[in-house]
């Protein structure tokens, strides 16, 4: 099931995705700084949301990737499944990182401090802490067949607490500025700023996509000598 | 369906039996109730900050904390001369395993609570009324899924090296939801709040407790086999 030659075609695809990502990201700054307005009450640090919110939903799309990897590694017994579960969560939490380090920066001018409990900045860092426990419990385990298991369990009912993060944020009082793309039906943002928003969008996908592959491909080689060791 | 039942209720029993013996769970976990207590007590200046105020939280922490410490005993005590195995290998199914376990650490979480909640009405000067019954009913309510996913989790860390340190890790994370709930649904209950304002955190505690219990017996079955 695994191939060393596989994993370096991940690994080699995943650099040519990545590089893609990069670029649009730096197309995503150009755009940011040069064709999309300045915001009239918030100012320049506005435009810090063409990335947080892309990261925020990067982020949730790579743990709710493990967990349907993890679900279907359950099901299949697929090593290759469980390293991809692996790679994402890894990625996600990379992209929780520049959430949890982004957020701040715009809230320091914005809400007068730099760390609010905020009910969607708030559960950003729990997600960030389940996942510090799956790896927690991954690197305690030696054996990668009950390793996988383990792990796979973890991300499975992480994406169990998924909606109940998600729950929250419509219950409790928030202080986040409300979703104005999707919560209302009509888009009101001015056009550029539509476009490099969902050009943000794009890029978070790309760039996931991207480090996974790579991740990924990581994984299955680290995989690979494991066997060989044991062997 | 009953020879499930039936299982289930013959393997609480024996745990619950183990624990009547030596009552390890209850004492550790019992004394470390009280222990928190009394460091959130003494970790305040006693002038300034009145121990009314702090209550509601510290109940809270008492009971997630306390209740860490009956959830790591659950598989620690099945690893003792691998008494697990024998479980396993008795006709009985995985299914039957978890809701067993799930009940034995329910009983005793909430075994454990009962013992701290009139400590700590008495220690944090809390007024007594009717509303300290929904108290009490919203950590037992918190406590079945959180018993749900713990039973979960620490049959998987008892297989590791790190089983105590894991497990808080792991689950922590898990209990926040629960925990804020009830927390919250709590302080509006001491501050005599209408129902009205109670009901959603309620809701939340539910629905929380059908999902994880949901999820974990469907997923215990994948931690437990060879």
Do not use: C
Request: zero cysteines; hydrophobic letters at 60%.
């Amino acid at each position: 099931m695994l191939d060393a030659a596989a994993a370096d075609r991940a690994i080699t695809r995943g650099r040519i995705v990545t590089l893609l990502g990069v670029a649009a990201l730096a197309g995503l700054y150009v755009m940011a700084v040069l064709y999309t307005p300045t915001e009239r009450f918030q100012g320049l640090v506005q435009k810090i949301f063409y990335v947080h919110p892309p990261a925020a939903y990067a982020m949730q799309l790579a743990f709710v990737m493990t967990g349907i990897a993890s679900a279907l590694y359950l099901w299949l017994r697929d090593a290759r499944l469980d390293a991809f579960a692996e790679a994402s969560a890894e990625v996600g939490m990379w992209m929780g990182a520049i959430v949890v380090i982004t957020g701040p920066i715009w809230g320091r001018p914005v809400w007068g401090t730099w760390w609010e409990w905020e009910p969607r900045l708030t559960f950003t860092v729990i997600e960030l802490l389940v996942f510090a426990g799956y790896f927690a419990l991954r690197s305690a385990m030696r054996e990668p067949a009950e390793r996988a298991k383990f792990a796979a369990v973890v991300g499975v009912t992480a994406l169990v607490l998924v909606p109940f993060n998600h729950l929250t944020v419509y219950l409790f009082a928030s202080q986040h500025p409300t979703p104005v793309v999707v919560g209302t039906k009509k888009p009101e943002l001015p056009p550029e700023m539509l476009r490099a928003f969902l050009t943000g969008f794009a890029t978070f996908t790309v760039l996931y996509l991207g480090f996974a592959m790579q991740r990924y491909g990581i994984g299955v080689r680290r995989l690979l000598e494991e066997t060989a060791d044991a062997a | 369906m009953r020879t499930v039942l039936r299982a289930a209720l013959a393997i609480a029993a024996k745990d619950l039996r183990i624990e009547t013996r030596n009552r390890t769970a209850m004492l550790t976990a019992g004394a470390f109730a009280i222990l928190v207590q009394l460091v959130f007590v003494f970790a305040r200046p006693p002038g300034e900050v009145s121990l009314s105020l702090l209550a509601p939280s510290v109940l809270w922490i008492t009971f997630a904390l306390a209740g860490l410490v009956v959830l790591n005993r659950a598989f620690l005590l099945e690893r003792e001369q691998a008494a697990i195995e024998g479980i396993l290998l008795a006709p009985v199914s995985r299914m039957a395993l978890f809701w067993g376990k799930w009940l034995a650490n329910a009983v005793l979480v909430v075994a454990v609570l009962t013992l701290a909640f009139p400590l700590w009405l008495l220690f944090f000067n809390v007024a007594p009324s009717t509303s300290l019954l929904g108290v009490y009913g919203l950590a037992v309510l918190a406590a079945l899924g959180f018993t749900g996913a713990g039973t979960l989790f620490a049959a998987m860390t008892a297989r590791t090296r790190y089983a105590e340190l894991l497990l808080p890790v792991l689950l922590l994370p898990f209990l926040i939801p629960p925990i804020f709930a009830g927390a919250s649904g709590s302080i509006r209950l001491l501050q005599e709040r209408p129902f009205d304002e109670v009901a959603g955190w309620l809701r939340i505690l539910v629905m929380y407790d059908v999902a994880f219990l949901a999820t974990a017996s469907l997923l215990f079955p994948f931690v437990v086999d060879e």
